[in-house]
């Protein structure tokens, strides 16, 4: 399975994807272990820049204060760029 595939679950629309805030917190976990969060960070920008809207899953994940910083500034590069974030 490749990591694009695991990170970001495809909707319906090619355009759309599915983001598990349980995987990304696992993920986050892994890259911190690893020393590689700016990389993990760089990767699923690149990956939300293939889509147009992206609903997250399972937010409650999110409570680790420099996970949900991190993401949120993620999310905030997304939709300045015009991308919808539901749920």
Known sequence: MRRRDLLLLRADAPAAAVLSCETLFMRFVDAENAGAVDR?????????????????????????????????????????????VLG
């Open 40 to 84: 993990f960070f760089a990767n699923l920008a690149r990956d939300l820049d293939a889509v147009d809207a992206v609903t997250l899953r399972d937010r409650a994940w999110l409570s680790r204060d420099e996970l949900r910083v991190r993401v949120d500034a993620l999310l905030d590069a997304f939709r300045a760029r015009g991308g919808r």
